[in-house]
């Protein structure tokens, strides 16, 4: 007899191991993109490799959902419950210029308009908030990382323009 509780759990999926034929795992095996099967809405079968750029884009997205998990962990335990944005400036042509954050960024782009001689570049601006300083933080360190903006000096080894 089955409980109730596991007739409400979803079903295990298998995923075919692509290079033994008689395997399966309840977890993907990393470097496959994977289909559903025809046959059984459980089962997923291994179409092709991934690309460099879509394992690349995986690792990524890990890295960023780890500093974020990370950035949280520490805004909890520091009681950092201000709200902070994270912002990213780009000229006409969409090169990304400047990467910050400020828990007031109307008034850090007048900063900015006042003091940066590349700021008659931007022309679009955009923002995505964070719950906390810490976690803004964190995802400006990456983004600056990895994105490259043309003019930042802190957390890209690069010296401003």
Known sequence: MTSSRQSEREPIQWYEDP????????????????????????????VRWKTPQEMAAEEAAEKVAQARLEARKKAAAAGDKRRTALYRLSDSAGQLLYVGISAKPLQRWTQHAAEKPWWPLVSTMTLEWFDSNAEALAMEALAIQSEWPQHNVVHNGQAAQ
């Open 19 to 46: 290079e033994d034929g008689l395997a399966c795992y309840s977890s993907p095996i990393r470097n496959y993109v994977y289909a559903q099967s025809d046959d059984d809405p459980n089962y997923w079968v291994a």
